[in-house]
């Protein structure tokens, strides 16, 4: 059984910094493309990064890069989140996925098999 588990996201204000985690178990996590995603409220899901197997490459939302920076460690099949000078428009639920296989680092949430449970992010203004 796959088990993808974000950490608690939080409350933070404008210009702070927040790190999210997620862990992946049930599937052997260094073969497959890792991705964050958000969703803010009344609005659909949108790609914020991802990263290939092995780390050495990420592809980022034009309204993150720069800001924000994922990373994953495969000893501990874990996938990073680093989220700084936060605005308030990065205000949403957060959510990792995997399942992407071919090595894509897809945008598209539907090519993504597993997913969390989200975690929410709220940035004050």
């Known amino acids: 059984q796959v088990r993808v588990v974000e950490s608690a996201g939080g409350l933070v204000q404008r210009g702070d910094s927040l790190r999210l985690s997620c862990v992946v178990s049930g599937l052997a996590f260094n073969f497959f493309t890792m991705g964050w995603f958000r969703q803010g409220s009344g609005k659909e899901r949108e790609f914020v990064g991802a990263?290939?197997?092995?780390?050495?490459?990420?592809h980022y939302s034009d309204s993150v890069a720069g800001r924000f920076t994922i990373s994953r460690d495969n000893t501990k099949n874990t996938l990073y989140l680093l989220m700084n000078s936060l605005k308030p428009e990065d205000t949403g639920a957060y959510y990792c996925?995997?399942?992407?296989?071919?090595?894509?680092?897809?945008?598209?949430?539907?090519?993504?098999?597993?997913w969390g449970q989200g975690t929410q992010v709220t940035v004050s203004s």
């Open positions: 990263i290939n197997r092995n780390g050495l490459t990420t």
């Open positions: 996925a995997t399942g992407v296989s071919d090595g894509r680092l897809s945008a598209d949430p539907a090519t993504y098999e597993y």
